[in-house]
């Protein structure tokens, strides 16, 4: 349900003058921590017109923001492109970015992003920790479901809120049986464009619904501690959290096989590791420059795993 909902939404947001929009949208809101002249690295594996690397490509560019974006994906080659480029913003997978703090720590190798456009749902509070600790940047994010042109909300830097995209969307709660709460009350979040009524999406992310004004001034509504509500093994979701927190990691997959519990790890050397599940298969091996590619450019990994 939730995928066939997603994909309505996202066909009726791929019309030509619904793209224009999203970009002008994605612009204005980049204007605020990008000026003409500085670069911003893109990080995505679809590079496909109406995604939304390019969404955020084209915006960039509208605002006079050079745009670099690497053709290999590998930890290896981002890194070296971070590097050179001297790109003072990146946008991409939180885990991707993440990442990329622990090797440039890792390698000695001095980043200059300033600020972090983080997309999908707002990620969860220790990965934006984390990154702000590797970095030293301010973290953005991009309320953006799925790969394409649904960008229905934005961050700013003045509280832990979304801004919902008022002016093309609504935005209730429902709880599990499908009825609409009040306001401040914690469910499922339904996206629906106003110009279609009929188009409701039913995320499987749960969050409140704030109307007051931000502290930034903005009147649009406002969506607060977003968390995925998914059915998913939380025990899971708590290991996954508990190993990338540690610097000694650079990626992460866990699952449960036929087996039991799996691990697979890729270690930055020299670095101490955390204690593993006894019970658990494990595969620990250390970086590997020349072939490694993050785990979330792979195309069967359990995202879900890390929405913690």
């Known amino acids: 349900m939730y995928i066939d909902d997603l994909r309505r939404l996202e066909n009726a947001m791929s019309t030509p003058e619904m793209v224009d929009q999203t970009i002008d949208y994605l612009a204005g809101n980049m204007k605020k921590f990008l000026n003409p002249g500085e670069k911003l690295m893109i990080c995505f594996s679809n590079r496909e017109p109406g995604n939304i690397g390019d969404l955020l490509s084209r915006a960039a560019k509208k605002i006079g923001v050079a745009v670099v974006a690497p053709e ?147 009147t649009a509504p406002l969506l607060m501690d977003m968390y995925s509500g998914e059915d998913v093994d939380k025990d899971l979701e708590q290991l996954g959290r508990e190993l990338m927190l540690w610097t000694s990691i650079l990626d992460c997959r866990l699952s449960n096989g036929e087996s039991g519990l799996e691990i697979e790890l890729i270690v930055l050397p020299g670095d101490k590791l955390p204690k593993l599940p006894s019970c658990a298969k494990r595969v620990i091996r250390p970086w590997d420059p020349e072939k490694d590619v993050p785990y979330w450019f792979l195309p069967h990994w359990r995202k879900s795993v890390y929405n913690s």
């Open 72 to 218: 290999d994906l590998r930890w290896k080659t981002l890194l070296k492109l971070a590097f050179r480029s001297r790109a003072v913003a990146i946008s991409g997978p939180p885990f991707v970015i993440l990442g990329l703090t622990k090797l440039s720590h890792y390698t000695k190798t001095p980043l200059f992003f300033r600020n972090v456009i983080t997309v999908g749902y707002r990620c969860s509070n220790w990965i934006i920790e984390g990154i702000q600790k590797g970095l030293d940047c301010q973290v953005w994010g991009c309320l953006g479901p799925g790969s394409g042109p649904l960008v229905s909300g934005f961050t700013c830097n003045k509280e832990a809120v979304i801004h919902v995209r008022d002016e093309l969307f609504q935005v209730e709660i429902e709880d599990a049986s499908g009825n609409i709460l009040p306001d401040g009350e914690s469910g499922y979040v339904v996206i629906t464009p106003k110009a279609m009524p009929h188009l409701r999406y039913h995320t499987a992310e749960c969050a409140r619904v704030r109307r007051t004004p931000c502290a930034c001034g903005c």
